[in-house]
């Protein structure tokens, strides 16, 4: 069978993720795919060069390209839709203008996925504000189970991941289960009290190993909550190859599962784990199995992480008004 491989976009991340998608880092190395692609009509005409080099590129598991500014038929039939446009904040604009107009794109992009979507779609929201915007979608999409909902923040567990490889001199395959919770932005918690590294006298925690408390309740999480701003700062431009990197991983796990013991970071609808306010899109520590994602359950909390658990959910729950006096 073959999966449509989602709606993408012509610029950054979607320019960097289409070749990803379309060599099988997302779904596999023997799953061919039809990519969908979208832009606004401002982009019609690069959207057509990309359509172009995806066809030159002569990628094997390539079954098709769709690229069109027509939502339908962007949405139509796709298994899985990665959201990766949306309006950016400009100079002088308030959050609230920003807000307004995200969530006009996201109520029309969930209509259309709703109505045209293959049953069971995942979705998977980049754009920021990428929490708020899952949620405006979930809103939206009322029959689309909100299971199949999430947004990115795998990114960021990445750049935990990568922080911890470099302090320590080891592999990033050898590190696992940091934990990114909250919203995608600068409150966000990454937490390393659960995370290990594989070492030859077997997994050690990630605090035994360090052994700087302060580090890591310091500047690690400043690095790591700040990380998107330094590299627009390097590059004059926000990440793009880690982000298409990163939704390929958290597509990835989600439809072929997750390593026996290790969990990954989803932002998905919270039931009320751990004391987070049921009705936010949130990010958790997930297993993935059978294509779902469970909340692992259970890790003990101590004070400092619950006074950042809960300020990145104030955060959210602020963000979320701000969207429904958007909608009003
Ligand atoms: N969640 C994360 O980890 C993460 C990381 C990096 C960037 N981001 C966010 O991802 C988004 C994309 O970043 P980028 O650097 O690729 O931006 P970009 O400006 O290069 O690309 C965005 C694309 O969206 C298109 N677009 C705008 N409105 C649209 C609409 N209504 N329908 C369809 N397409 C539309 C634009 O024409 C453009 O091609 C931004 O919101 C960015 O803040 C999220």
């Not at 919270?270 to 936010?280: E, F, I, K, Q």
């Not at 400092?304 to 429904?324: G, H, I, N, P, V």
Request: charged fraction near 20%; hydrophobic fraction near 45%.
């Amino acid at each position: 069978m073959i999966k449509s491989g989602g709606m993408v976009l012509v610029r950054q991340i979607g320019y960097a993720l289409v070749p990803m998608i379309a060599r099988g880092v997302m779904l596999g190395a023997d799953q061919p795919v039809i990519l969908h692609m979208l832009d606004i009509e401002f982009a019609a005409e690069a959207l057509k060069g990309v359509k172009m080099e995806l066809i030159d590129a002569a990628f094997p598991l390539l079954k098709g390209v769709v690229a069109t500014t027509d939502v339908v038929e962007a949405c139509t039939g796709v298994n899985v839709a990665v959201m990766v446009g949306g309006f950016p904040r400009k100079e002088g604009m308030e959050r609230k203008d920003v807000m307004t107009k995200n969530v006009s794109i996201y109520k029309a992009q969930a209509s259309a996925l709703e109505a045209h979507a293959a049953p069971n779609c995942k979705v998977l929201v980049v754009a920021n504000p990428a929490n708020t915007n899952a949620l405006i979608l979930k809103e939206f999409a009322p029959s689309i189970p909100e299971k199949n909902i999430s947004c990115l923040t795998r990114l960021d567990h990445n750049r935990a991941l990568g922080q911890i490889s470099e302090r320590l001199g080891v592999q990033v395959s050898d590190v696992k289960n940091a934990i990114i919770w909250g919203n995608h932005s600068s409150s966000q918690y990454p937490d390393v009290n659960h995370a290990t590294v594989k070492t030859p006298s077997g997994e050690k925690p990630v605090r035994e190993l360090v052994q700087d408390d302060e580090w890591l309740n310091g500047e690690f999480i400043a690095t790591v909550q700040q990380r998107g701003a330094a590299i627009i700062k390097a590059r004059k431009l926000s990440s793009a190859l880690s982000a298409a990197s990163s939704a390929c991983d958290h597509i990835r796990d989600w439809v072929l599962g997750t390593a026996e013991g290790t969990f990954v970071s989803m932002g998905v609808y919270s039931d009320g784990s751990y004391g987070v306010p049921a009705g936010l899109i949130y990010s958790f520590p997930v297993t993935c199995s059978g294509g779902e994602w469970t909340i692992v359950q259970g890790l003990p909390i101590d004070e400092f992480s619950r006074k950042k658990m809960d300020a990145t959910a104030q955060e959210l729950s602020e963000e979320k008004a701000l969207a429904y006096s958007c909608l009003a």
